[in-house]
């Protein structure tokens, strides 16, 4: 992670899943209706560690298991968000959102309008996203694109230790239901992160790298991704830029179509499925603001349209890799 | 009830049209028929009549302005009637004015479907840089993979352009060029990188030709009012050669050869910004008198700028003759959807062997030019070999057709 996004003070090396703790901590700390539930997140501190410590120092009122009952404890924190919490709903696979989706997309989202903004919402939903874990089907689709369909929500997408916890803070203290999508494959992945109290607006895209031949624009995990086929892409000559929209909803559609403007071509990246996914909506956000600019079509890379096998070999050719982004944009650039 | 006049669309794919000058002032009585206004088309200038009878009121366009078709620009009124003010009525007023010219249309119809446009493949950033600095994609070879013009050759090519100080005046002047510049541009470079050009040459005795014109010029001057040239009897005896070698009478479509039916030759003149090829139509059916007196009116309008669409229409064979600029031989472009063109170069006094023994003979050089999808060469040799008889003994074929002329 390049130095210059980082207040030098105070930073220390965490891990991804030790910046989003510290990300609730504080705001627990510093809000006492910020609360956290969901399946395995007290003593178990979640599958996947994020939540270990947070039970022990704030105790069960703050930090309380449910059932396996997604639907219905989704909509136990509508209706505490309705009523002045903030909670924290924890969906630990994001395969398992599609139990959520009645309370998420027809009560959630449409509170704030349907009650002329006498109600609002302001949860978030943290969930889980991600393939190559060997899960099989049902334990690693990545499906923000679902959320990212609905008016009334903010979908985030964080990439860094720093950008996922200065994104969940902002996230919960956002008024608006927001739905919080990590990695499970980059929950060891290092980062420098301050100590202090900062948040990362939504909205604001983040140029992970500057180049001038191709822009990579690419989500969560893919950014480490495109990071690494940039590297590739210097070592014959082709200077790749990497863009990070960071958030799906609000985006920064600015920074995106500048970036292709002054480069001409992009390849646009993300774990979700390629077909219908996020990765059309960002491409056409570019083909309509870039259009005069771009030498080359847009190509979007995704997950294959298949169920994501368990075969390790069989998952592994189903994502975007670091050598099948480098060849692409090659081809792009016609090198 | 007022009478829409609209700018019409002569051809099919037509958006604008310039407005040449109003030859009616506001106010001026016109009937139903009388030259209203010129207008001025990618092909030709054009006279469009009046849709009715009434008074010209409510002009709205004004010369030289560019006006999309369909657009009302002025109406004809009764006396003392007051044009609408909106454009309501223009629907029915476009069919009005349209009808008065469908023989143009059709005409004009028959030649843009039968010359395909061949697709450019360039990104939209090169298509962008090509417009704004002026490049003309035609020069351009794309490097793509795909062969797609890139910002990078975009970039290359105005850089070589710019190297050339002659080429900033060159593209200064292309800037401002007419709409026959513009169009000779395209339909060359389009010929040009599109059609598989051969050329196959032969020099021709033209001693008989010579008194074939002599013996009728002051006969088809008195008739006709027409001075008899090479030309006339060239049209006279390609077009009756063409009824012999049809496939010279072809067009290459997307679906293969076409055979034309009729035999239309064009004549290649030059004019102020270019060249022009006006169309003496069933060449083969006319007399020689008659090729006469339409080629010099063709002429006159052609150097006036006052060639109608119908003029340029329909052609199927085209001679271009620079022999009077004392040119030995050229070779020339074929006019899609054409199949050929001949070139044919000036009357020189040559020695050449007659009968074993050097002669001088007044000679000339045919050049055809020839779209090899449509004939190869061994059939290009037949038609200039019966092409150079022809004109060794012009009286055989022009004989045959009575009212020709006579011996």
Redesign the interface.
């Known amino acids: 992670m390049p130095e210059n996004h980082l207040p030098a003070q105070n930073a220390r090396e965490l891990t991804f899943a030790q910046a989003i703790r510290e990300a609730l901590a504080e705001e627990m700390r510093r809000d006492s209706t910020v609360c956290i539930l969901g399946e395995d997140v007290a003593e178990a501190g979640t599958p996947f560690k994020v939540l270990s410590g947070l039970l022990e120092e704030f105790g069960r009122d703050r930090v309380f298991d449910t059932p396996i009952s997604e639907a219905g404890f989704t909509g136990l924190a509508v209706g505490a968000a309705m009523a002045g919490m903030r909670p924290v709903v924890d969906i630990m696979f994001g395969d398992f959102v599609t139990l959520t989706m009645d309370q998420m997309v027809n009560q959630a989202a449409k509170i704030y309008y349907m009650s002329g903004g006498a109600w609002k919402v302001p949860m978030v939903m943290r969930t889980t996203m991600g393939a190559t874990r060997r899960s099989a089907a049902q334990h690693s689709q990545s499906l923000h694109a679902w959320f990212c369909h609905i008016p009334g929500l903010k979908v985030v997408l964080p990439s860094t230790p720093y950008d996922a916890k200065g994104l969940l803070k902002a996230a919960i203290r956002d008024e608006n239901p927001v739905v919080f999508f990590e990695d499970k494959m980059m929950y060891k992945l290092k980062g420098l992160v301050p100590a202090d109290d900062y948040t990362v607006p939504l909205g604001v895209a983040d140029v992970k790298r500057e180049g001038d031949d191709i822009t990579l624009i690419a989500t969560s995990s893919m950014v480490q991704v495109a990071l690494g086929a940039a590297v590739l892409l210097e070592e014959v000559g082709i200077s790749a830029e990497v863009v990070d929209p960071r958030t799906m909803w609000p985006l920064d559609e600015k920074t995106l179509i500048e970036s292709v403007k002054k480069t001409s071509r992009a390849i646009v990246l993300d774990e979700g499925y390629e077909r219908y996914g996020v990765t059309a909506e960002l491409a056409a956000v570019i083909a309509t603001g870039a259009f005069y600019d771009l030498d080359a079509p847009v190509k979007r890379m995704g997950a294959m349209h298949v169920p994501i096998p368990f075969s390790p070999p069989l998952e592994d050719a189903t994502v975007p890799t670091e050598q099948t982004v480098f060849e692409a944009a090659r081809a792009l650039c016609g090198r | 009830m007022a009478i829409s006049v609209v700018m019409p669309a002569l051809e099919m794919a037509q958006e604008t049209g310039k407005l040449i000058s109003w030859l009616k002032k506001e106010g001026d009585a016109v009937a139903k028929g009388e030259p209203l206004l010129e207008i001025e088309t990618d092909k030709a200038v054009m006279e469009i009549e009046s849709p009715g009878d009434g008074v010209l009121a409510g002009i709205k366009a004004e010369a030289g302005t560019e006006v999309p078709v369909g657009r009302t620009i002025a109406w004809i009124v009764n006396p003392g009637e007051t044009p609408p003010a909106d454009d309501i009525a223009a629907a029915s007023g476009r069919k009005t004015t349209i009808a008065a010219s469908s023989a143009a249309i059709s005409a004009v119809e028959t030649i843009s479907a039968s010359s395909p446009i061949q697709p450019i493949k360039i990104?939209?950033?090169?298509?962008?840089l090509a417009s704004e600095r002026g490049v003309n994609l035609a020069d351009v070879r794309g490097?793509?993979?795909g062969g797609e013009i890139?910002?990078?050759d975009i970039f290359a090519a105005a850089e070589a352009k710019a190297g050339a100080s002659r080429g900033n005046e060159l593209a200064r002047e292309a800037g401002e060029r007419s709409s026959v510049a513009r169009l000779m541009a395209e339909r060359t470079t389009q010929s040009w990188t599109t059609i598989p050009h051969f050329f196959v040459t032969r020099e021709a005795d033209a001693g008989a030709l010579n008194r074939a014109r002599q013996r009728f010029r002051n006969e088809i001057e008195e008739s006709h009012a027409a001075k008899l040239t090479l030309s006339d009897l060239l049209i006279a005896l390609v077009a009756r050669i063409l009824r012999k070698h049809p496939r010279f009478n072809a067009s290459w479509t997307s679906e293969g050869i076409r055979a034309n039916d009729d035999i239309n030759i064009g004549l290649a003149i030059a004019v102020d910004d270019g060249v022009v090829a006006p169309v003496i139509h069933h060449a083969d059916k006319t007399e020689l008198a008659e090729i006469a007196a339409q080629r010099r009116d063709l002429i006159e309008r052609a150097r006036a700028g006052k060639l109608r669409p119908t003029d340029l229409a329909g052609g199927t064979f085209t001679i271009s003759n620079l022999g009077m600029f004392g040119v030995d031989a050229f070779t020339a472009i074929i006019i899609p959807p054409q199949a050929a063109i001949l070139a044919v170069g000036a009357i020189i006094d040559r020695v050449v062997p007659v009968n074993g023994h050097p002669a001088v003979r007044p000679m000339m050089t045919l050049t055809l030019s020839v779209d090899h999808r449509v004939v190869d060469g061994a059939r290009a040799a037949e038609f200039l070999r019966d092409l150079v008889e022809a004109i060794g003994n012009p009286q055989a074929y022009l004989d045959a057709r009575a009212g020709d002329f006579r011996a």
Do not use: H, I, N, T
Not at chain 2, 123 to 128: C, G, I, M
């Open positions: 990104s939209p950033k090169a298509r962008r490097s793509g993979a890139l910002a990078s």
